[in-house]
């Protein structure tokens, strides 16, 4: 019989309305098998290109990071998904539902752009890999290139995809971090700053521990208060959006050095990547409210 042992408890829960943009922090967030009620809902595409618009793509968007999105009402599971209010870097605001939208947004960023809540069939954004030794396993640096995502990156790979076409999450429902790898990290370069907010996570666990202890889930159960369920899939790969500056957040390729350095594990198929946290797929939905407990089960 498989044995549960408690880790940690929910320091904090995200939703990102918007792909890329700022997000919300929540005491309780629903999470339905697609991952977090709202999250990654809508997402600009780029129409000269065809490509998801994504911090990914800094060359061209080099201050999303300092854009913001929060729903006007609560997503309910079947229904509609609301509005979201989007706050531009110069303190333009729109709601998505507005029929500017579209010009307001391109007019900011200077590109022909369309919010959307549907990802194409061929989801890939332009990806700028930064000039670290090793944080590619194709040893591509200071370059940018096409990455599909979603369920265009596994049918891709020829692997059935965890996310439905159509979806704007990067690969998995949802992902986790805990306390223990910040302190970690933190130990290991004590000049940077490894704040949670530089990954962008959904789940972000406290716990006494100090090191990646994530690591150790990949291939097992993680139980969530009274009712969810994760099954953790894999390492969570880790790219130039952790570098980026953000708030009081500084840019900082010291932050993904660190982790090739220290924590560069095999991620699927796709060879070894710096990783922190790991993604997961919903194995039963549930309610996550800050300050319930996380258990690991002994067993898959």
Partial sequence: MPTSKILGSISSLWRFPVKSMGGEQLTEVEVTERGVLGDRAYALIDMDTGKV????????????????????????????????????????????DSDNVDSVLSAYFKRNLTLAQVAPNDYTVDQYHPDVEGADPRGIRDNVIDQPLGAALFSAIGQQSPIPVGSFLDAFPISLLTSATLARLGELQPTSQFDERRFRMNVNVKTKKIGFIENDWVGHKVVIGDSLHLSV????????????????????????????????????????????GVYAVVAQPGIVRVGDQLALNSSN
């Fill in 53 to 96: 618009v994504s911090a990914k793509s800094v060359k061209l968007f080099p201050n999303l990071f300092e854009c913001s999105a929060a729903f006007v009402d609560t997503p309910h599971p079947g229904g509609t998904m609301p509005a979201v209010q989007i706050t531009l870097a110069d303190g333009t605001s729109v709601r998505s």
């Fill in 233 to 276: 899939a894999m390492p969570d790969a880790r790219c130039v959006m952790t570098t980026l500056a953000q708030g009081d957040l500084p840019r900082d390729n010291n932050v993904i050095r660190t982790l090739v350095q220290h924590n560069k594990l095999q991620v699927g198929e796709l060879g070894q990547f710096p990783c922190a």
